[in-house]
């Protein structure tokens, strides 16, 4: 099992930026599908970005492209979440999850579910 923790969130105004960690332990990342979700207050949980394993390949929600980036330190077991020109919408508890791949999860990679291994969260807050 691999732990994770996230860290960097907190209470900004519309177009500031933010930069989330999410350092883990017990596993090295570079093997996993490492990607983020957010969960606003009565919502379900979304998917917002993934990096895949082996390789830098990316994808993200419509919602946040152009906007966010996510990033992989493998050298530091830490994965990386920038976030740019924020807008009140992405306010939410941002999670840190990982998988590691099997057949299927590159597939259903914006899917919760797919993830066995979660972060505590951090909270993003952002003022208009």
């Known amino acids: 099992q691999v732990q994770l923790v996230e860290s960097g969130g907190g209470l900004v105004q519309a177009g500031d930026s933010l930069r989330l960690s999410c350092a883990a332990s017990?596993?090295?990342?570079?093997?996993?599908?490492m990607a983020w979700f957010r969960q606003a207050p009565g919502k379900e949980r979304e998917f917002v970005a993934v990096?895949?394993?082996?390789?830098?390949?990316?994808d993200y929600v419509d919602s946040v492209k152009g906007r966010f980036t996510i990033s992989r330190d493998n050298a530091k077991n830490t994965v990386y979440l920038q976030m740019n020109s924020l807008k009140a919408e992405d306010t939410a508890v941002y999670y840190c999850a990982a998988q590691t791949p099997d057949g299927s999860l590159w597939r259903g990679r914006t899917r919760p579910e797919k993830y066995a291994n979660w972060g505590q969260g951090t909270q993003v807050t952002v003022s208009s």
């Open positions: 017990g596993r090295t990342i570079s093997m996993y599908a």
């Open positions: 990096i895949r394993w082996g390789a830098d390949i990316t």
